[in-house]
């Protein structure tokens, strides 16, 4: 899941100043595609166009995506059961009764009544007379996740062994990092660069995954933070964002990263300076950092490329250019990186 700007307002106020922040920061951007019209002589290119209708544009081009992917994965899925089910000489029903809904437990007592307990508002039935609807609609939950469980590990073996090849490929969105709040190895072959807010639980969540994949995958990425910050959703995210700036002038940028992630309600101006304390920083030096404010014109900078890139909730990532939206599992960031690598062999 994830947090989204809850104002269409705000969404304007960003993308106002966007076009003046795109143009100061590229003015002769590499062309990688047609001109769309040539004026005088001189081309038209679809990196030109006003920076609001970029960003749509991206947005769109990733939801075809996401709506041809999930359909061509709905064909897979059949012929997968079906391929399954001729090899065992059977039907697709067959199959899936025995090797999946079969292998389903029944809820025990315990979990019926503990979900009866904390549904009680909404079932307004006596425990007696509800409690084998309750079984039945739990073990439908587990054996649809199961089911799904089963084609998963159906498409897996069958893209191992070179059954299946999926050419169908995400947009790519180019987003630069700053080296500055960079971890990782710098020459790393794959970037992954996070649009993020202090106070999203969900950006708190996406940490313990993006460390666990520098990792596990030690000297091939590199990760890359850049502040995004929903101002009216979160009103000590900016100030937050800013204080991690100011620890980064006494070389403890990251080291205030984490405890703000690890303390999210401790944000406020005076939990930020003792956090600075804690960390042994010159909290003066710290403190007028932080009245100074100059570290804001940088923060919508980055907001400002976030939403040029397509950016409209938080976290969202950029795994070489292939966009993930929301605090997505591990998988689903190994399944780019894996790709990606495999273009280096």
Sequence with gaps: ????????????????????????????????????????GEPIYENQLPAAEQAQLQRMLQQVYGVRRRALQTVLN??????????????????????????????????VKAHYQ??????????????????????????????????QGLMQRSISDGGVVVLIKPPKVEVSFDPARLRGDPKAPITIVEFSDYSCPYCRQAESTVNELLVKYQGKIKFGYRDFP??????????????ARCAGEQNKYWEYHDLLFANPDKQGRDDLIAQ??????????????????????????????????GVLSTPEFFVNGTSLHGAQPAQAFEKIINRELSKQE
């Design 230 to 243: 929903l101002r009216q959703m979160h009103p000590h995210a900016e100030l937050a964002a800013e204080a």
């Design 276 to 309: 600075a304390r804690g960390l042994q920083l010159d909290d003066k030096r710290f403190d007028e950092c932080l009245s100074s404010g100059r570290y804001k014109p940088q923060i919508e900078q980055d907001i400002q490329l976030g939403m040029h890139s």
């Design 78 to 111: 059949k012929k997968l059961l079906e391929a399954e089910a001729k090899k065992r000489g059977g039907s697709v029903e067959d199959l899936v009764k025995s090797e999946v809904d079969s292998k389903v437990a029944d809820p025990s007592d315990d979990e």
């Design 1 to 40: 899941m994830r947090s989204s700007i809850p104002s269409p307002s705000l969404g304007c106020f960003i993308c106002v100043g966007l076009s003046a922040f795109v143009a100061a920061q590229d003015k002769n951007p590499p062309q990688t595609s047609e001109p769309l019209a040539i004026f005088a």
């Design 118 to 151: 904390a549904h009680q508002g909404q079932i307004n039935q006596p425990f007696d007379e509800a409690k084998e609807k309750i079984r039945k609609e739990l073990k439908d939950q587990e054996i649809q996740k199961a089911r799904v469980a089963y084609v």
